[in-house]
């Protein structure tokens, strides 16, 4: 497609020759001296954070830190982030539906059958960000309540994917008491050494 | 010698345990012995010697354990009990022969040691699941037991109660 370079434009007064033919891009007012590299086009492409092969949505997985450590939770998929979802089920050992990353995660072999989930994504896990300081409102105590408050949304969608985990759950002998339990190492035992 | 003549037939190789200083050695290298394999390429599996190379080396073949026909370091292989008839220098035939007729896979598999081999195996790929059923199933039987013995001592004590004095 051929790009006009030049355009005509009316002038105005008697004496100017009434139009004028005027570059489209009027070249730079100034210029450095001597010629400088630009640098690259960064086209770089954020890829997925690849899962870990031992990591399927169902498996077992045993996390490693935070409040719930040691807890054998299942996974019930990969979030669009990167992250686990997670859930204890909360009925079973009082994890809720969490998000955790791999790295902070033994996987073990056991899986469970899930049924089709509803869909979850990263949204109803963002937090909303604490009040910015107004002038204002220095002098104000505004302690107020900032502690988190789950929200009833998410205590809803935690009752309907229990209620699917569960009876998948409980399918398999003693699979109930394995998740209600922690994991511990006692004398003799290595991780390094063990199979999961 | 007795003790293995006993098990396993007479027609075993003439022991030179006569001698006073062999006395102490019951299993000898040997033509016919199975061997454990410790290290190396074939470790963990048995095989038969057939061949004495020299003061250091054995020829060792495991027709059906995997384990070919080969020259072994005897510091590489740990002597088990069962022996049996073989003529020196057999060909591998001869030693599948042998192996068959003497049953000696299920012979070894009888053994105490290869029964620790096999519960070390076991235990070794458990999975965390597996632990877990393993220490239930471990606690209730040792409750069972406990209370067994609870119920028995109450009878016991009784027995040995101290009459009480009027």
């Not at chain 1, 209620?163 to 290595?190: E, I, W």
């Not at chain 2, 007795?2 to 190789?13: F, Q, R, T």
Request: glycine content about 6%.
């Amino acid at each position: 497609k051929e790009v006009a370079l030049t355009k005509t434009k009316t002038v105005a007064g008697e004496k100017n020759g009434g139009t004028r033919t005027v570059p489209v891009q009027k070249s730079p007012r100034f210029y450095p001296t001597e010629d400088c590299k630009t640098p690259l086009k960064n086209r770089r492409v954020a890829k997925p954070t690849k899962l870990r092969g031992s990591i399927v949505p169902g498996s077992v997985v045993i996390l490693l830190a935070g409040s719930h450590r040691g807890k054998r939770v299942v996974v019930l998929k990969q979030l669009p982030s990167g992250l686990l979802l997670v859930t204890g089920p909360y009925k079973i050992n009082g994890v809720p539906l969490r998000r955790v990353d791999q790295t902070y995660v033994i996987a073990t072999s056991t899986k469970v059958e899930l049924p089709a989930l509803p869909a979850i994504g990263d949204e109803i896990f963002k937090r909303k960000g604490k009040p910015t300081k107004n002038e204002k409102e220095m002098f104000v105590d505004n302690a107020g309540d900032n502690s988190y408050k789950i929200s009833a949304e998410k205590v809803a969608l935690q009752k309907e994917i229990d209620a699917l985990v569960v009876p998948a759950v409980k399918k398999v002998d003693m699979l109930q008491s394995y998740l209600r339990s922690r994991f511990t190492l006692t004398k003799g035992q290595f991780p390094h050494e063990m199979k999961f | 010698s007795s003790g293995i003549n006993a098990e396993y037939g007479d027609s075993i190789n003439a022991l030179p345990s006569r001698f006073s200083a062999m006395v102490s050695f019951k299993r000898l290298v040997q033509p016919g012995r199975i061997v454990f394999i410790s290290s190396g390429k074939y470790a963990k599996k048995i095989a038969m010697i057939v061949e004495i190379v020299d003061q250091n080396r054995v020829i060792v073949d495991g027709p059906f354990t995997g384990v070919p026909r080969h020259q072994c370091g005897i510091k590489q292989i740990q002597l088990t009990k069962l022996v049996f008839q073989l003529p020196h220098g057999s060909k591998t035939i001869v030693v599948e022969k042998v192996w068959n007729k003497n049953a000696v896979t299920a012979k070894w598999n009888d053994t105490v040691w290869a029964r620790k081999l096999e519960r070390k195996r076991l235990r070794a790929s458990m999975s965390d699941f597996d632990r877990f059923k393993v220490m239930i199933a471990r606690q209730t039987r040792n409750r069972i037991l406990q209370t067994f013995k609870i119920s028995k001592m109450a009878g016991v004590r009784k027995m040995y109660k101290r009459p009480v004095k009027n």
